[in-house]
């Protein structure tokens, strides 16, 4: 099992920039891709950004040229750097690692399977 623990969130206006991070322990090695994800009230959970232990990515339209997912594999750690921030952005950040996932495609399109999740780290902008 992977623990994955988020940081970085916090408040800021639009047009802003944050940073968030995720520790990755416990069955790191396991960890073959990971993502982030959001969820805002009254809203279903979405995908923001994804990574292959290739460096290979993928983005929701809605963050297109705004955020940039990256990794430091030596460290463990998972990044999520977000800039122009907008108030539509207000949402819980998770970081999270797929066990698995469906078909026999990479793991930047396909549907995951279980997987481990951090707790969450909140973001909020205003306008």
């Known amino acids: 099992q992977v623990q994955l623990v988020e940081s970085g969130g916090g408040s800021v206006q639009s047009g802003g920039s944050l940073r968030l991070s995720c520790a990755a322990s416990?069955?790191?090695?396991?960890?073959?891709?990971m993502g982030w994800f959001r969820q805002a009230p009254g809203k279903e959970r979405e995908g923001v950004a994804r990574i292959g232990t290739d460096g290979t990515t993928s983005y929701a339209d809605s963050v297109k040229g705004r955020f940039t997912i990256s990794q430091d594999n030596a460290k463990n750690i998972l990044y999520l750097q977000m800039n122009t921030l907008k108030p539509e952005d207000t949402a819980m950040y998770y970081c999270a690692a797929p066990r698995w996932w469906y078909g026999y495609g990479n793991c930047l399109s396909s549907k995951w399977g279980d997987t481990d999740w951090g707790q969450g780290t909140q973001v909020t902008v205003s306008s």
């Open positions: 416990g069955d790191s090695y396991n960890i073959r891709c």
